[in-house]
Each structure stands twice: as structure tokens, then as C-alpha cells.
């Protein structure tokens, strides 16, 4: 079979180009190939719709060769703290209040939340794995992310009063990823007293009782996605099976085990942003674009 000729890179729509940049990551966004492309390339990562998910998370590769985590002009190295409000800023800038989605590295603190929340008031979801963040400060951010629709954060954040105040500052907050070794009963409670409309809740790779596991299929009448995976649990039983029958994903095992449900029959991926083609559709565009008009 013969091969279609060739297509310049540089003559892919617009639109693909930035669904393409919003898979590359802020690494090469910001220091990579994308800036040393060509100008359709350049333009494509410039676009504001690319920068709708920033994920900080691999700190290391974001600030290799970047001048801000280098020597500053009195060759002093600028200290990560700094660097990363450089990088948000920067993030912020290119998207022009857009971005929906802020997955932080682990060293982030209260500080850049509340930066988030004074350049990005939009942001629906951030990821804060930080184990020391102080309640007021935490709060206050909160306070002014009024269309913030899930977080993934560490169990000390685990409050009442600290959730009670997500779910009364934003109104569409839906969904909520907790890191915690060991969720009991109580926690349990508390989150589903304080958090009455959660949808989505990922609690992995944690050990929990099964009446934990009950009191969230019992007490959150809306939630629909429950994710308990990442470990070999022997707390899964029939009672529990049954009442985790009403929802859409029930997670309850290691990944390759039974018990993953996925959200697309072919690639299996699931985006915190739906609005944006998962990878195996993007594979089908970029073919069908290579092999040009029919």
C-alpha cells in the first residue's frame, strides 16, 4: 500500500496544535521544544486554551535549564518557593485567566494557593499534596475560589470546619481526592457531613474498614464515581458490592485487577479536564490529518 506524501508539521490546524500543547505539560510549554518551534508551533503554545491545565508536578524537569531556579544576577540561586510563584505568574499571564486546573508539587504551600486564588479566581480544581498547610490560610484561599469544583489534598486537611467552609464558599464543589494511609469511620463522617454533594471521591492506595466504605455509599446519596484502589482489600464484600451497585465507577482494587472501571472502552484515560480529547482520540485526529483529504 502505498504511503500518503508527506505534510508539513507546521500546517496542522490551530485548534489540534493546542490539544496537542495541552498534553506536552508546562515543562516544555514553558522551557522545551514547543518556544523553539515554528511560529504556528510557538503561536499553538502561546494560546490560552493551552494553558487551561498546568501541571507543576514534575518540579524537576520544569526547572531544569529555566532561569528561575538558576543562578539570579548576584549568582545566588533563587529559592524554589520564589521560583514556583514565578512560574504561576508566568502560567497565569499566558492564560489569560483561563486555567481551571493547578496540579502543585509537593513543597507548595499556602502561599502559592493563595496566589492561585488572586490570579486565577476561575480555577475549578487544584492539587495541593503539601502535608503542612495552615487552616486560616488554606480558608482564606478558599474564600475566593468561588468556582472551585474539586481538589486532591493530604488528610490533614481533613476538617469539618475546614470542608464545611469549601462547601459554602463554592457551590459546584463536586469532587475530592484525599491522600491518607488509614481513613476510618470518622473521617468518613466527616467528610460526608461536610462535603453532603460530593460526585466523585478518590480516596487510593489507603486501608479503611468496611463500615468506612459504608458510610459513603450511605450517606452521600449524589456520589457516583467512589475510586478505593491500590491495594489487595479483603473488606469488599457482598453488602458492600450492593449498595456500590447505584454508582457510574466503583474503584476497589489494584489497577490491573478486577474492579477498574474505565471512562473510555479504548485507551482507558481519564482527564480531570472532559472538555479536553483523551489520548486516543487525539491519535485518531493526527492520523486522519496525515493522511490528508479523502
Not at 200 to 223: G, H, R, V, Y
Request: aromatic fraction near 8%; charged fraction near 20%; glycine fraction near 6%.
Amino acid at each position: 500500500m502505498a504511503m500518503p506524501p508527506g505534510r508539513p508539521w507546521a500546517e496542522l490546524q490551530h485548534d489540534l496544535l493546542v490539544a496537542i500543547m495541552t498534553r506536552v505539560g508546562a515543562p516544555d510549554l514553558l522551557s522545551g521544544g514547543a518556544p523553539r518551534a515554528c511560529s504556528s508551533w510557538r503561536a499553538a503554545a502561546r494560546d490560552p486554551l493551552a494553558w487551561r491545565r498546568v501541571d507543576l508536578r514534575d518540579w524537576a524537569a520544569l526547572t531544569s535549564g529555566r532561569r528561575a531556579a538558576g543562578p539570579g544576577p548576584s549568582g545566588a540561586r533563587v529559592p524554589v518557593h520564589a521560583a514556583l510563584t514565578g512560574i504561576l505568574d508566568v502560567a497565569a499571564t499566558l492564560a489569560e485567566g483561563r486555567i481551571e486546573a493547578v496540579l502543585l508539587p509537593e513543597f507548595a504551600d499556602e502561599d502559592h494557593l493563595l496566589f492561585l486564588a488572586e490570579r486565577c479566581p476561575n480555577l475549578q480544581y487544584f492539587s495541593l499534596p503539601s502535608t503542612c498547610i495552615t487552616y486560616d490560610q488554606f480558608c482564606k484561599a478558599i474564600g475566593e475560589l468561588h468556582s472551585l469544583k474539586g481538589m486532591a489534598v493530604d488528610e490533614s486537611l481533613i476538617n469539618y470546619d475546614v470542608l464545611l467552609h469549601v462547601h459554602q464558599c463554592c457551590p459546584d464543589f463536586v469532587e475530592l481526592k484525599v491522600s491518607a494511609l488509614y481513613v476510618d469511620e470518622e473521617m468518613a463522617s466527616v467528610i460526608c457531613n461536610s462535603l453532603p454533594q460530593l460526585k466523585k471521591l478518590e480516596i487510593p492506595s489507603s486501608d479503611m474498614p468496611a463500615s468506612a466504605i459504608i458510610t459513603f455509599l450511605d450517606c452521600l446519596e449524589e456520589l457516583e464515581y467512589l475510586d478505593i484502589s491500590g491495594y489487595e482489600t479483603p473488606v469488599i464484600s457482598s453488602v458492600v458490592l450492593e449498595k456500590a451497585s447505584r454508582l457510574k465507577v466503583f474503584l476497589w482494587n489494584s489497577k490491573f485487577e478486577l474492579g477498574e472501571f474505565v471512562d473510555c472502552s479504548n485507551c482507558g484515560e481519564h482527564n480531570i479536564n472532559p472538555g479536553e480529547p483523551c489520548k486516543c482520540m487525539m491519535d485518531h485526529k493526527v492520523m486522519d490529518w496525515l493522511a490528508g483529504p479523502a
